[in-house]
């Protein structure tokens, strides 16, 4: 499923998504609510900075474990420093929300790749708990 | 907690409980950040979720009651759990500044002791060779003085940035102290200056009584500061009275004293550094003040200064009884 992410609305439609998947996945509200406050960051980072993007979501397989994979994919101005990106939460971006470091630690995988002018592709999994 | 924040929330739980819509959920994540930011505590955000969720199904039927009250969960637990990970990312925040605060500390140690180091024996060669100038030249003995007066008061700065340093950057081992015992300690440690100026030093309050408080091992440099800076703006011949009095949960010490007093606009920068009081006659470093604040700070005490009635200054230092 691929979610266009332009505005904020967007981004209730993102988290709205991935949380009707992960509900029929058989997640926990707890860890239901932990995937869509990450949704949320990183589809605010997408609004937050101007550009236009996806939020994609699907149901992945490793073994006999089933997870949720989320990517979010932007073409803004891309991250110079993405250890600080992590780190900085708090004092960059907008002054909201909990930043990519906190959405890192919500899930399971995190994977960032940036280009500066060219945009940001972040990965992030959560596994169902056996 | 702030009245906006509270009605936002509001406005939130009781939208979702009408709609069920995401888009309530993602306002909540918005909100914890600036929960944080207000210092709002998780123990207040639950007691004002219930607090609201009770008024809103006040005489439902018990079964709607139920079915209201598990729907409203996902929005606390939406903003627990985005407070939660915000919450880690501040403290992280502040672990970082903490830690280059100690770096600049260790820095400004080593700044010290090097140059309280260095400084020192070049001082004392002045003070040594100003002595012998009296002897070999009579008629030099007023700028000798002079000499000796200002030689002094670098020691006294070096002596005392010493201790700012120290007192910040020292861990702190505290133990059972009697005030009395160490008022004594600190009145006998300052007795020469006061004689210099016939100040009487009054002590009120019974020595023989024990006023414990769980004490750092430099809670002594608080005291020596306060009454060394009332001595020393105290005019020749006055007196400056020690009392001590047992208040709720804590001991208050006043040291009064019947110099000019600190105007208004001082009464809460003479604690910090570099900050002293009237023009000319300046005696001290600067950093006196500062010391004591930081001591009684990490003794969870507070301090204070107060308009003497007669005229003058009332320090005052609250410090806790020791249990």
Redesign the interface.
Known sequence: MEIKVACE?D???A??AA?TEAKKLGFT??DQ??I??AI?ELARNIVVHGSDGIVRIEEIEKGDRKGLEIWAIDRGPGIENIELAL?D???SGG?????L??AK??MDEFEIQSEVGKGTKVRVVKWMRN | MDEKLRARYKEILEAYLQHND??E??KT??L???LINNRVDPDEIIAMHFEILNQAIKNLPLEKMYRIYNNAS?VL??LM??YA??Y???I??HE?LYLKERELNDFLELFISILSHDLKSPLFNIMGYNELIGDICPDAREYQENIRLSAEKIQELIEDARTYSKVRAVEQEFKVVDLAELLAEVVQELEHKAKEKEITVKRNYNPELKYEVNGSQFLKHAFLNVLDNAIKYSPTGSSVEISVMNQPGEWKVCIKDHGEGVPDEFKCRIFERFVRGAEGGIKGSGIGLAIAKTVVMQNKGRIWVEDNPEGGAIFCITLPKWK
């Open positions: 609305y981004i209730v439609i988290r709205s949380k509200i707890v609510t932990r869509a406050t949320s780190k939460g708090w004092t002054g909201l929300g909990i930043g470091g906190g630690r919500l | 995401e888009e959920l993602y994540s918005l914890s950040r600036e996902t637990l939406e759990m985005s990970v915000a880690r990312e501040y992280e925040m970082r």
